[in-house]
C-alpha cells in the first residue's frame, strides 16, 4: 500500500476515538518510517515494507483501543525537548510549561539559584528550567524508580549535568535540605472524578493523578512541609486543576504563604499557585 492510502485507510479507523486521527496516523507512520511528516508529502505514492506495514497495523489497533499516542512512539515534546515518555510516568502537557515560564520570568537574572522538583515523572519540569539555567543547581524527586530512570535518561539525553536525581516520596528524598525555589505538579484529581475513566489519562499511573476525595492530599501535604525546605524569601508553585483555585489559595495561606499569585493556562483556565515564605 502507498502512503497516502495507508494514511487514508488508518484516519477511518481512527475517526472514532481520535479528534485528530489523519495526524495521529501520519505521527504513527513517521515513527515507523523514523521519517518527519514532510517525507509523507513528498513521497505520497512511496510504498512501505511487510515488517514496516505490520508495525504500522499494530500501533493503529493499540490507538483505536485508546493506547496514547505518547506512549505508542514513547516520546512527548515538552519545551522544544524531546522527551522519553512510559506509561511509568505522566505524559508531559503544555500547561504544564505554565510553572517553567513563571520561575523563569520571577528569576530573570543569572545568578545561581536552587531548585526543587518534586514529583518528576519523566523529568519534564526540571530538564526545560536546567537547559534555560544551566547555573542553577536542580534536584528531582520521584517516589518512582521506574519514573526516575526515565527522567535519568531524558537528562542524558539532552547533555543536561545539572540536575541531581533522588528517590522518596515528596519530601523525605531531600531530608534538611534548603532550595531557593521548590516546584511540582503533584497528583490533583479527585478519586471518584469522572474523567479518570476517559482519554489518555486511562492508561497513566494513578500515583500520578489522583489524590483523595478532593484531589488536594499531595498539595496539602507539599504545602504545609515546604516552609521547612525553603530559603528566606524561597517560593513555591504548584500546578493543580482549574476548579481548584479558591481551595489551593487558602491552603497556601493556612501555611503562611505570602504575595500568592495565580495564573491562567493557554485555555484561560486557573492551574498554578506561587506563594513566598518570608
Not at 545561581?112 to 534555560?132: F, H, R
Request: net charge negative; charged share 20%; aromatic share 6%.
Amino acid at each position: 500500500m502507498t502512503l497516502v492510502n495507508l494514511i487514508k485507510t488508518a484516519s477511518q479507523q481512527l475517526s472514532e476515538i481520535s479528534e485528530s486521527a489523519k495526524l495521529d496516523a501520519e505521527v504513527l507512520l513517521c515513527h515507523i518510517l523514523k521519517k518527519d511528516r514532510s517525507y509523507l508529502i513528498s513521497w505520497p505514492e512511496k510504498e512501505i515494507s511487510d515488517s514496516q506495514l505490520e508495525q504500522f497495523q499494530q500501533l493503529i489497533k493499540q490507538r483505536s483501543q485508546g493506547h496514547p499516542i505518547a506512549h505508542l512512539i514513547q516520546q512527548k515534546e515538552f519545551w522544544s525537548l524531546d522527551l522519553i515518555v512510559s506509561p511509568d510516568t505522566l505524559i508531559p502537557r503544555p500547561e504544564t510549561e505554565l510553572i517553567v515560564e513563571q520561575v523563569l520570568n520571577y528569576f530573570p537574572e543569572a545568578a545561581e539559584k536552587s531548585l526543587l522538583d518534586l514529583g518528576t515523572g519523566s523529568g519534564a519540569i526540571a530538564l526545560a528550567i536546567a537547559t534555560e539555567k544551566p547555573q542553577w543547581h536542580i534536584t528531582a524527586t520521584d517516589q518512582s524508580l521506574k519514573a526516575l530512570q526515565i527522567a535519568q535518561k531524558n537528562a542524558q539525553r539532552h547533555q543536561l549535568n545539572n540536575i541531581e536525581f533522588k528517590s522518596g516520596n515528596w519530601f523525605a528524598a531531600v531530608n534538611h535540605q534548603h532550595f531557593d525555589i521548590i516546584v511540582s505538579n503533584p497528583p490533583y484529581i479527585a478519586e471518584s472524578d469522572p474523567h479518570l475513566s476517559l482519554g489518555d489519562i486511562r492508561f497513566e499511573p494513578d500515583t500520578a493523578l489522583v489524590s483523595g476525595s478532593d484531589g488536594l492530599n499531595d498539595i496539602r501535604l507539599i504545602t504545609r512541609q515546604a516552609s521547612q525546605h525553603l530559603n528566606s524569601n524561597g517560593i513555591l508553585i504548584v500546578e493543580h486543576g482549574y476548579d481548584q483555585k479558591k481551595l489551593v489559595k487558602s491552603i497556601f495561606e493556612q501555611n503562611g504563604f505570602k504575595k500568592i499569585e495565580q495564573q491562567l493556562d493557554l485555555a484561560g483556565q486557573p492551574r498554578s499557585t506561587l506563594g513566598i515564605i518570608a
